[in-house]
DNA sequence: TGTACATCAGTGAACGCGCGTTCACTGATGTAC
DNA sequence: TGTACATCAGTGAACGCGCGTTCACTGATGTAC
């Protein structure tokens, strides 16, 4: 047994201490909630000096982006992994709306955070909307697949975006207790996403099958 | 001239200081925004110290609340109004969401603390959803006037969901600079909200006319 | 292979700040006699 | 109509707190010769 065994604690050089940072963010929102996501806190919580993190983030900012952008990242997995199991075009508009409110009411506290720093800016993520296989676009596709007419672009646009802030309401809501009574008539959670969905229009009314 | 004139800045005793506190808030609110709403600010906002709302309010929150509650009941006032405007009910769906839309957008700050402030109890207000005349029945009522078989009463509930949380989303999203394009597409935000809530079935599909 | 040295990635103490809240106080008001 | 007194609604100073950020520092690492 060596002497530096003794000192095994953590070696003085991190490794990757940017990905900790964002991975102690994480835990640090899912356990306290976004009012206690500070700079402290997150180094405290990565076991680390307050001032270690500006060696990997100019300011706290930077850091609540680089979390954000994370979660940007984990729904368009999401999403994307939503709309490969679904059979048809029309019912994937579904699975991605389902996905969409479950991966919100899961990480409630980061999906607050992803919203709060684009709000900040006015302005979401290029991987929310802007890149070409941005979430935006993933639903966009879907509804052109199910039949949408792709020449009427405005009307796609306008459809794509109504899908969205509905799934981005039913995804606020869906947490008071004032809903429980309508979860438990529909048999869960997921089955009022569902039902709720089907009020919504996501998919047209002349596409719908 | 007497004395007592000269010193006429103000008299000791304020006469409504519960009342000037929620104004003196909502004036924080619009101009430095919901991070800006501090105890403290809100008294300097009212030109009285720090201690004073201590008599009117037991700690911050139910000040916040009392601005929250504030809200509520403008936003319910906002909606009466338009559907009291509206020539059918059909129509009035749609006016309704326009005028929670409008609302929000008018009002980002104090509708993010209307939000803000449920969202910490995990239950919507009263004014909103519990008592018989809340937004929400207001809505769901409107949804009956439109021709909706009152006795499929969850389905009704649902659509009432559906329309409240698709309102709520829009809101939310409005504020997006990635939808400046569409707002000018459509000729105006009014016209944009009306549109995305031509593809939201905000009045069922069956009874749309 | 060894050594000097630049660079990188941490430490920990300190800064000033605004916050929520408490406290002893005081000025103004209303009421009983 | 006056006066004593309780009560109400303010003041302003002070408390402790956690925060974001800076600073001089130091330990570890990599590279040139």
Redesign the pocket.
């Known amino acids: 047994m060596r002497e530096s065994q003794a000192a095994e604690a953590r070696?003085?050089?991190?490794?990757d201490?940017r990905r900790a940072l964002i991975d102690a963010a994480s835990r640090v929102l899912e356990s306290e909630g976004p009012s206690?996501l500070?700079?402290?806190?997150v180094?405290?919580e990565a076991?680390?000096?307050?001032?270690?993190p500006?060696?990997?983030f100019k300011?706290?900012?930077e850091l609540l982006e680089a979390v954000a952008h994370e979660g940007w990242t984990l729904l368009d997995a999401a999403l994307a992994a939503a709309k490969a199991k679904a059979p048809s075009a029309a019912e994937a508009m579904n699975e991605l709306g389902v996905a969409y409110v479950c991966f919100a009411r899961e990480n409630p506290a980061l999906y607050r955070v992803m919203y709060d720093t684009a709000r900040d800016r006015e302005d979401l993520p290029d991987e929310m909307q802007g890149d070409k296989d941005s979430a935006y676009c993933k639903v966009r596709d879907t509804l052109v697949d199910a039949g949408a007419d792709p020449t009427e672009a405005l009307d796609i646009e306008l459809a794509t975006t109504a899908a969205w802030c509905s799934a981005h309401g039913l995804a606020e809501m869906a947490g008071f207790k004032q809903f429980q009574h309508l979860k438990d008539a529909c048999g869960g959670e997921r089955a009022f996403f569902k039902a709720v969905f089907q009020h919504m229009g996501l998919v047209p009314k002349h596409l719908a099958d």
């Open positions: 070696p003085y050089h991190h490794g201490l206690a500070s700079l402290r806190a180094a405290r076991g680390v000096s307050p001032a270690a500006y060696h990997h300011d706290k900012t």
